[in-house]
């Protein structure tokens, strides 16, 4: 072959590769990384994101490399959607990418329990492992695993193996948290023991707690939702208004009985007396509610007493013929005085009045004496407490032989603002006629 046909051969050759290279897809081609943006991220920081896409500025990249980091953003489970798109930088010698984002909005934080190892410890380790530790996280699968993972790491260098699980939970309705614990193993309440404790005796306080508490999985966070439900108020009848719970431990039940010993440690604080009583509410009506209160500065502020004085405020307003009045009530502690300010809220609403009476249970001469003794009148200010002390008066003076209960029901009319009641009453027993009709 002729040098010029060689030649010619070789230059075709030569054009066909730089053809194929002219049609190489841009988004094949590998350049270097020049800057990485994001948009959308309220939750976490640029820098947290640019981190978890496991992307360096200066690093060959393109499209496919941006896909991987947009499939590593969404594998941390923080994320519900990821997209991103790239092109030139504005250098002219590489890519810029932008990616958006939309975060799993809720999150919650993360507690750790019957790991041995100190709760500090974890969060540092997580911290380190995560670009996108906030100490909170989504409930998502992905989270949880991967989370879980770590967590078998750290204590797999330590020379433990453990299965750990991660699971969204509440100890009280609304207050959810994230939990990692050993698989299997979340322990059970067996015993709960207290220790501090002078005013109320050890039996006391586990009478208060045990029902709720032994067979409950433990947790910290829960045990203390228990003792702030059981054992709290039982210090609140005496006055002991600030009781602290300020360690709980926990050790394997004695015996061989499964489950765990929980101790808890009690500062009961000091007794508090009531200081100033006040009830928000119309004015008018100001001295009965204060009547109906019954509350006195000085007395030991006992917050069973309280509730059952917003009880008898409201009771007072539905006598008034406030039949939808609502009471609530907040207390303000004076710590170095022991003293607590009890402030109520009274809201009356509409007012109701009496329409009609019906009786039931009774024959006509029976039910004409109730109408005829009965006090309120159609159109009258409805009295809430007038049906139950009326019946209570028909018992007391024996008007029916054989009255062995009584009921009343009430009929409310929003439309008219009206109020009916039903009287209901036992018929006597009926007596077996006995000789000739």
């Known amino acids: 072959m002729s040098r010029y046909r060689r030649g010619f051969l070789l230059g075709v050759v030569l054009a066909a590769a730089c053809l194929a290279l002219s049609a190489q897809r841009p988004s094949q081609a590998r350049w270097p990384l020049r800057s990485i943006a994001i948009e959308g991220n309220k939750l976490y920081t ?40 790239f092109g030139p930088a504005a250098t002219g010698d590489g890519y810029a990418v932008t990616f958006e984002v939309a975060e799993v909005q809720q999150v919650f934080p993360l507690q750790f329990v019957n790991l041995g190892v100190p709760e500090e410890e974890i969060l540092a380790f997580l911290k380190q492992k995560d670009p996108l530790f906030t100490g909170k996280g989504p409930g998502t699968e992905q989270f949880l695993r991967r989370y879980s993972t770590y967590i078998e790491e750290l204590l797999g260098a330590k020379g433990r193996k453990v299965d750990v699980r991660g699971e969204l939970t509440a100890d009280v309705p609304e207050a959810f948290y994230i939990l990692f614990y050993p698989k299997g193993a979340l322990p059970v309440i067996a015993e709960v023991d207290f220790q501090g404790n002078k005013v109320l005796p050890k039996e006391r306080l586990q009478e208060a707690i045990h029902g709720a508490a032994v067979g409950a999985r433990f947790t910290e966070g829960r045990m203390r939702a228990l003792l702030d439900a059981s054992v709290r108020p039982v210090y609140e009848m005496r006055g002991r208004l600030n009781v602290q719970f300020p360690k709980i431990e926990t050790e394997r039940a004695a015996g061989g009985v499964r489950g765990i010993r929980v101790v808890v440690t009690v500062d009961e604080g000091e007794s508090f007396q009531f200081g100033r009583i006040h009830i928000r509410g119309p004015e008018a009506m100001a001295d009965s509610l204060y009547s109906a209160a019954a509350l006195k500065p000085g007395d030991v502020a006992n917050m069973n007493e309280v509730s059952a004085a917003a009880a008898r405020i409201r009771k007072a307003l539905q006598n008034q013929g406030y039949m939808k ?22 809201v009356p609403g509409a007012r109701y009045r009496f329409g009609r009476l019906i009786v039931e249970g009774l024959d006509l001469h029976g039910e004409h004496e109730i109408r005829r003794i009965w006090g309120m009148k159609p159109g009258d200010v409805f009295d809430g407490g007038y049906p139950e002390f ?47 009709p």
């Open 46 to 85: 640029d820098q947290q994101l640019v981190a978890a896409t496991g992307l360096k500025l200066g690093e060959a990249c393109n499209q496919a490399a941006f896909e991987a980091a947009r499939d590593r953003l969404l594998a941390t489970g923080a994320l519900e959607t990821v997209a991103f798109h």
């Open 325 to 346: 009045a609502a009471v609530t009530y907040e207390r303000r502690l004076h710590v170095p005085a022991h003293t607590a300010d009890i402030t109520f809220t009274a």
């Open 390 to 436: 009326f019946l209570e008066r028909i018992r007391e003076l024996g008007v029916f032989d054989n009255l062995t209960k009584t009921d009343v029901r009430w009929t409310v009319h929003e439309e008219t603002r009206t109020v009916d009641v039903t009287l209901v009453f036992n018929p006597p027993p009926v007596k077996p006629h006995v000789g000739a």
